[in-house]
């Protein structure tokens, strides 16, 4: 049985295996194969870079999963046919909204599970500028490293977000919750306003 990561496991738990899924920026390909385990049939793997799509392949054929999962060299979203549930995860929080903006197949149903490494706030912004909304956020941690794992819909509906909810969004675990305040410590050399928004911990 294929055990991920905390950070893997919080995006898997966000994931319907009975949806086309797809992982964008999938390296390894462990996401996708421990979907399978659990009983995905329709899974793309897609990389922009060749070195990661052969480590993939790798991992699919280990694992027997070559009839389920379809390997694909993509930039981003760009030659990725219309999914149900996309993974973007292990990114800068600009680049994942790039790869969104770069995609042409959202409807409502659509779920974009993301895992910022990076710019968490950015990502916030420009998903609710965007027409984007934030339905959970799961918190993982791996190595002693607080992330976040946000689960979203297009909703066409665009908002403004104040900057306690673009740093914190609605992730509620304590390991990330005080990164963000050691982030927003550093920060506050350069605006000092940022010291008020750090949240208590629970
Ligand atoms: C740090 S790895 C993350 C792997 C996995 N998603 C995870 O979270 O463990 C980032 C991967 O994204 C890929 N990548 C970077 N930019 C990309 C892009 N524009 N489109 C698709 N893949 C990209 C890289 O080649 C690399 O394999």
Not at 13 to 34: E, M, N, Q, W, Y
Not at 115 to 136: C, D, H
Not at 165 to 183: E, H, L, M, T, W
């Amino acid at each position: 049985m294929i055990k991920l990561d905390e950070r893997l496991a919080a995006a898997a738990s966000f994931v319907r295996t009975d949806k086309r899924i797809c992982d964008v920026g999938t390296d390894h390909a462990l996401l996708p194969c421990f979907l399978c385990e659990q009983g995905a049939v329709s899974v793309i793997a897609s990389d922009v870079n060749e070195n990661p799509l052969n480590a993939a392949r790798a991992n699919v054929e280990k694992y027997g999963f070559a009839d389920r999962i379809t390997l694909l060299q993509s930039d981003g979203l760009q030659n990725v046919p219309p999914c149900d549930d996309v993974i973007i995860a292990g990114m800068g929080g600009e680049l994942i909204a790039q790869i969104i903006s770069g995609c042409t197949f959202v409807t409502p149903d659509t779920r974009f599970i993301l895992q910022p490494m990076t710019k968490a706030e950015l990502l916030r912004r420009y998903l609710y500028a965007n027409g984007f909304e934030i339905l959970r956020e799961k918190g993982a941690a791996v190595n002693g490293k607080a992330y976040t794992v946000m689960l979203v819909r297009f909703t066409g509906v665009k908002a403004d977000i104040d900057d306690s909810f673009a740093y914190f969004g609605k992730c509620a675990d304590p390991r990330y919750i005080q990164k963000v305040n050691s982030q927003l410590t550093k920060l506050a050399n350069s605006d000092p306003s940022l010291l008020l928004i750090r949240k208590e911990l629970p």
